[in-house]
């Protein structure tokens, strides 16, 4: 079984790639923490096969807080918003973290997302 961890951004904000990187970061390591305190097991696998990594878009913040409220039912995820030093207003959504989970379980929320 594959392993992965994706992270979701939200493409209407017009954040430049330093931003994007920094949030992704974010998403990143908190949903990484909480997996690793729900899902142990998966941690491992993830690490032993290199920690595989991928970053996806939606549209809006309507499409990102949707897209939470699912995949948090299912994998260990992390809503990032942002603290308003620079880009985007203090406490907005800009993305989210999930898993590391099986790559089939991140799939099933993520396979009509476009890459970043």
């Given at each position: 079984m594959d392993f992965k961890q994706a992270m979701v951004v939200r493409s209407?904000?017009?954040m430049g790639k330093g931003k994007i990187a920094a949030q992704c970061s974010h998403a990143s390591?908190?949903?990484?923490?909480?997996?690793?305190?729900q899902s142990?097991?998966?941690?491992g696998e993830w690490?032993?096969?290199g920690q595989a990594k991928i970053v996806l878009k939606v549209g809006s913040k309507k499409e990102l807080l949707e897209l939470?409220?699912?995949?948090?039912k299912a994998i260990p995820?992390?809503?990032i918003?942002?603290?308003?030093?620079?880009q985007v207003d203090t406490g907005e959504p800009t993305?989210?973290?999930?898993?590391?989970?099986?790559?089939?379980?991140?799939?099933?929320?993520?396979?009509?997302?476009?890459?970043?």
């Open positions: 209407d904000l017009q390591l908190e949903a990484y923490e909480k997996t690793l305190r142990p097991l998966w941690v690490k032993a096969q939470f409220e699912k995949v948090k995820s992390a809503l918003k942002d603290a308003g030093h620079t993305c989210i973290g999930i898993g590391p989970a099986p790559e089939a379980e991140i799939n099933r929320f993520t396979k009509d997302l476009k890459l970043l």
